[in-house]
């Protein structure tokens, strides 16, 4: 079984200052890494993905994340952060050679103010 | 492209009350999604269709739920008898194919038991 842990319930920042959303995962296969931004009142959407290959990934809105095998994290980080980054991220894993289906982590709520 | 669509997006019912969420996924998606969000138990699957057979219903969290994929661009999620408990985020998402695909999610359909 795949689960996710995100360390930290809230994070709050003040705007123009860098951030990182901490993701570990527990997995006993290799896996797919995705981080998705939840804005208020809205679905989710996708930020970036790990497949395969560089263990750095640059996603939309300025976002990246860099996947560490030996220490089973996902983090993602921003250099300078906007208001509209308000949001609620997730951490998310699936299993490359089993389900298309994704096991969720429990949410960080990024707040910044201004 | 229109992306995932559920209806309603508010609903609001008396406990014992039958519900009915609607979800129409993306073109030429072969995956189906139901998701739960909840306070206490962040975002669950409920079950997953492909190719409009349900695949995994082992989230369903008890016989009140059904969910049905009659066609592929159309699914239900039913609860009867609702309970307050089951007052939630529902959220329909899809995905075309292979492990690794973006999943794509509907902006959720807001259920109050009350």
């Known amino acids: 079984a795949q689960s996710v842990t995100q360390l930290d319930s809230q994070v709050p920042v003040f705007e123009e200052a860098p951030v990182e959303l901490r993701c570990n995962y527990s997995s006993s296969v290799s896996v797919y890494l995705f981080w998705y931004v939840q804005y208020p009142n809205q679905g989710l959407q996708l930020l970036l993905k790990y497949l395969s290959g560089s263990t750095l990934v640059k996603g939309i809105n300025g976002f990246e994340a860099e996947f560490n095998k030996s220490q089973t994290s996902f983090h993602l980080r921003k250099p300078s952060v906007h208001i509209s980054d308000t949001a609620e991220y997730f951490c998310?894993?699936?299993?490359?050679?089993?389900?298309?289906?994704?096991?969720f982590g429990q949410g960080t709520r990024l707040t910044i103010n201004p | 492209d229109a992306g995932v669509i559920q209806s309603p997006r508010h609903e609001v019912t008396e406990m014992g009350q039958e519900v009915t969420l609607r979800c129409k996924p993306i073109?030429?998606?072969?995956?189906l999604f139901w998701y739960r969000q909840t306070m206490m138990r962040g975002l669950e699957l409920l079950i997953y269709f492909n190719n409009n057979v349900p695949i995994d219903d082992s989230g369903m969290p008890e016989d009140r739920f059904s969910a049905k994929m009659p066609n592929a661009s159309f699914s239900t999620l039913k609860i009867q008898p609702s309970e307050p408990r089951d007052s939630a985020v529902y959220f329909c998402?899809?995905?075309?194919?292979?492990?690794?695909?973006?999943?794509?999610f509907g902006e959720g359909s807001w259920l109050t038991v009350v």
């Open positions: 998310a894993v699936s299993n490359p050679q089993g389900a298309q289906k994704l096991v």
């Open positions: 073109s030429g998606h072969d995956y």
């Open positions: 998402a899809s995905s075309r194919g292979t492990v690794g695909n973006t999943i794509y």
